[in-house]
């Protein structure tokens, strides 16, 4: 491991509550390069502690790029420079010595800010609560191997599935769009024999409350697959696009 | 005293659930929807359960402390759940699956709940691919399997190295389905600080609003907690930064017992430490050591980069030591294993870790096989370390990872406090003394979809739990006891800042409550912890209101619970006068080395009643093995 320092400038968006007005504050920090940029705060956060003055709010948990609790703008990057990474996987030998690195929450009007890099993710809750399931009871499944799946289908399904719900899509979309999201959600059903019967359905009910939330449309600039962590695919909207309109074409509504 | 009843049916092992199951009392389906029922934590059992309790039309509350349920650290799991399917046709069955379980955990399990773990394993697999979960599957269409450690068949069912993520969406998915239907509410970002009894019976819990900070009553006539492990006692393991014991602590000082405390899991297969800012330990998932070969140097200090090391001068140690399983022996063993070639200076340039290595497998099957089985792995390694896992072995060494001790439970999951029922890892039950790979997904998950909606039913209708206001003065007396344990951390006002106090506890407790425990060790230990307390009381430093988002004021409330748990893992290891499992007295082994039981004296659980901070009272569980005989557990 490394011994050289890192000598860098932190910028961090500070906001106190969800209503008051933010700000950029300065802190010099002096980092070992394999250090994560989470642990940054982490260290940042203990000094400011010792000297009594209010810590960084900002949210991880598993620290393994898989929860998608964690979530900043890094020099204008949702996640930092590095392609699909979350940012607790962001290590610090990723920097130069002497730069200055700004750090701000993922900003959507869907997204409030609760606090300095806390956001409110709540409406992605609400879009898979409207759809992203197959409805029915434990208890009443059959027998695992009794429906065969071909491999590619749900390796492909898989691939949609990966989503972490971090909401980097939305952050970078200029329209703070969230069809990625939705997308892949909407895909990983459609795509599998389970998924069948709700499929039209469910799109339809996923898209209302998405347009409700305050999601953007999709222009395709296709930002969010170049920045989404987990490298999630834009077919998975196409895909949606589809469903969507073979959905208004074929069932009541 | 505590009474402990495992309330264990009589009749066969093989037949005891399906009999009980019978037996048991159930609810009218109408009546269902009267009653409310609270349950902390949305991991794999709470969510399960809570959507499984939703079908059947019960009114469910669930809490998390995290932003959105899908988040509980479920999620990270990486390998595979374990199902007795026999899809493989490697001679495998119920039976099989449950004697490595028995075994693996040192026959410190309960039998009859290891049974049922078992039975119950398939129909797991069925619901979760019902849900949508995609399974790896092989080319003709059927699930695929891969082995793990402890088992010498293929039982593993897997999707790349993220079947925890692929689970707790799929519970996720199932218990959005019953917001939707009205069936479930959930409370985020609630952290549970206390549990209230009432007349002797759980009847709800006291919660603190994360983002206001108000403290909330909230009633339920069953209160479920599976609120998870406690590793990160530790301070660096490799649980979520924000996983904690504070939910099961709070309803131990309540009267529920803590049983086992001294079973911890150390994972073999962690990214070393570095750097004393390290915020947690990352897992690699132990699947790789299905593929990888685990070795170091034969030489003490050996300084020569891993390519330069000869073939003969490397020491296989595990395949040397236990050519039966080789490199898949349980993780206990391979834990313990690699701390021994680091004392004797064997480890990887003289530091803390032992090599993986995939050269063999990259000849026998080629780089891309084992990027296509392992590639996210391989991926995150790289992305920490700086370093290329294609070109130049993994560094691994063990880590914190898995608490198989918690409440005890009876054969219902319910603690000795009627009506509080407590699922998956914060549990006691199924693992013994070391939990067996890819059997945690499973635990958690035939707790909450296959066993609480029989048990929690036969609760409801036999003791016929009342409906009470949160007016109450229990109610009003947990509230207050809240209040004055936040306000007390608050005007401590001392010098030191919370994690530095964790990370001092986490340093005694991993090098004398770890992987080798001694008597005079364990003493040294309790008596740095009640040091560490004092001054945690009287000298940490916490910013910031009790009525606002309060991140520092959250750690420090669970690090207070950890410094009394600490204490108890200590206790509960000084008493158990043997090896077993994860707990391994030095004291206590073989001529070769191996962890020596004491059947005679130690099989029983041990259920630790609280009285005061730093005082407990033992209670035993006799263990009674009607079906499987104790053996010495051999790997070789």
Avoid at chain 2, 97 to 102: A, N, R, S
Avoid at chain 2, 307 to 329: M, Q, S
Wanted: net charge neutral; charged share 25%.
């Amino acid at each position: 491991m490394s011994e050289q320092t890192l000598n860098l400038t932190l910028k961090i968006w500070r906001q106190e509550t969800p209503s008051a007005k933010g700000y950029f504050e300065e802190f010099k920090v002096a980092i070992s390069p394999d250090a994560s940029i989470l642990e940054v705060l982490d260290i940042l956060n203990n000094d400011l502690e010792k000297e009594g003055k209010r810590p960084v709010a900002f949210e991880s948990d598993c620290r393994e790029g898989i929860c998608g609790t964690c979530g900043i703008v890094i020099n204008g990057h949702p996640h930092g420079p590095i392609p699909k990474q979350a940012t607790c996987q962001l290590h610090m030998r990723n920097f130069q010595d002497g730069e200055t690195i700004y750090l701000e929450p993922f900003r959507a009007k869907a997204f409030p800010i609760i606090k300095d890099l806390i956001i409110d993710r709540s409406a992605f809750d609400k879009i898979q609560q409207a759809g992203a399931f197959i409805s029915f009871n434990a208890g009443s499944a059959p027998d695992a191997n009794e429906i065969p799946i071909p491999k590619e289908v749900a390796s492909l399904a898989l691939d949609a599935a990966e989503c972490i719900g971090c909401g980097a899509c939305v952050a970078t979309c200029k329209n703070s769009s969230a069809m990625l999201f939705v997308g892949a959600k909407v895909s990983q059903f459609a795509l599998l024999p389970q998924g069948q019967p709700e499929r039209y359905q469910r799109v339809q009910e996923m898209v209302a409350v998405m347009d409700e939330a305050g999601f953007g449309s999709c222009t395709n600039t296709y930002a969010c697959e170049a920045e989404c962590p987990k490298g999630i695919s834009v077919t998975n909207i196409a895909r949606m696009n589809r469903d969507y309109l073979v959905s208004k074409m074929t069932t009541k509504s | 005293m505590i009474k402990l009843e495992s309330k264990v049916p009589e009749g066969n092992l093989a037949e005891k659930w399906t009999n009980h199951k019978f037996s048991m009392k159930l609810v009218n389906p109408s009546n269902k929807r009267k009653f409310e029922i609270i349950i902390v934590g949305s991991g794999l059992a709470g969510a399960s359960a809570a959507a499984t309790l939703g079908e059947l039309g019960y009114k469910v509350k669930v809490f998390t402390y995290h932003d959105s349920s899908r988040r509980a650290h479920s999620i990270a799991a990486q390998g595979g759940i374990n199902a007795a399917k026999n899809y493989q046709n490697d001679g495998d069955s119920v039976h099989r699956l449950f004697y490595d379980t028995i075994k693996g955990g040192d026959f410190r399990g309960r039998e009859a709940n290891t049974w049922r773990l078992a039975e119950v394993s398939n129909n797991i697999i069925d619901q979760c691919v019902a849900q949508g979960v995609p399974f790896a599957r092989e080319y003709g269409g059927t699930l695929a399997n891969r082995s793990f450690g402890g088992a010498q068949v293929s039982r593993t069912f897997y999707a790349r190295g993220e079947t925890g993520q692929q689970l707790l969406l799929g519970a996720y998915s199932s218990l959005n389905r019953q917001v939707k239907l009205g069936n479930v509410t959930l409370f985020p970002r609630r952290e549970m600080l206390d549990l209230v009894v009432v007349d002797g019976q759980a009847k709800g819990i006291i919660t603190r609003n994360l983002l206001s900070g108000e403290m909330e009553r909230h009633m339920g006539q069953a209160v479920i907690l599976a609120s998870g492990g406690y590793s990160n006692v530790f301070f660096l393991s490799t649980n979520a930064m924000n996983s904690n014991s504070t939910a099961a602590w709070r309803a131990h000082k309540r009267g529920a017992a803590f049983a086992n405390p001294c079973y911890t899991q150390i994972h073999p297969t962690c990214l070393p430490a570095h750097g004393d800012y390290q915020s947690k330990l990352v897992l690699m998932s132990e699947s790789l050591r299905n593929d990888g070969r685990i070795w170091v140097s034969k030489k003490a200090g050996d300084m020569r980069a891993a390519k330069d090391i000869p073939e003969e001068e490397r020491d296989y140690y595990l395949e040397r030591k236990y050519p039966a399983f080789g490199n898949l022996v349980p993780r206990d063993v391979a834990s313990r294993n690699a701390k021994y070639v680091c004392d004797e200076g064997r480890g990887v340039k003289g530091t803390r870790a032992v090599y993986l290595d995939f050269a063999d497998a990259f000849k026998r099957v080629g780089k891309n096989a084992i990027q296509e089985k392992y590639g996210n792995l391989f991926d995150m390694y790289q992305n920490i370390t700086g370093k290329n896992p294609y070109e130049v072995p993994m560094r691994i060494y063990p880590a914190p990872h898995y608490t198989m001790g918690g409440l005890w439970v009876d054969y219902h999951l319910m603690s000795n406090i009627p009506g509080l029922f407590v699922l998956g890892e914060a549990n006691f039950s199924d693992h013994g003394a070391n939990r067996l790979g890819a059997s945690a997904l499973m635990q958690g998950l035939a707790d909450g979809y296959f066993i609480i909606p029989y048990t929690l039913g036969n609760y409801l209708t036999t003791e016929k739990p009342e409906k009470v206001d949160t007016d109450r003065s229990e109610f009003k007396e947990a509230e207050e006891n809240v209040k004055e344990s936040v306000n007390k951390i608050l005007a401590v006002n001392g010098n030191e800042p919370v994690d530095e106090i964790h990370k001092r506890l986490g340093h005694v407790l991993i090098d004398k409550v770890g992987m080798s425990r001694s008597a005079k060790g364990l003493n040294e230990a309790i008596e740095t912890i009640r040091g560490l307390r004092d001054e945690f009381w009287s000298n940490v430093k916490i910013t910031g209101k009790a009525d606002e988002l309060n991140q520092n004021l959250e750690r420090a409330g669970r690090v207070a619970d950890f410094l009394e748990l600490g204490e108890l893992m200590a206790v509960d290891a000084l008493n158990r006068n043997e090896s077993c499992g994860g707990h391994f007295r030095e004291e206590y082994q073989t001529e070769e080395g191996e962890a020596l039981r004491d059947d005679e004296n130690y099989s029983y659980v041990a259920a630790w009643e609280y009285k005061k901070a730093g005082e407990w009272e033992l209670n035993k569980e006799p263990l009674q093995f009607e079906y499987v005989k104790l053996s010495t557990r051999s790997y070789k």
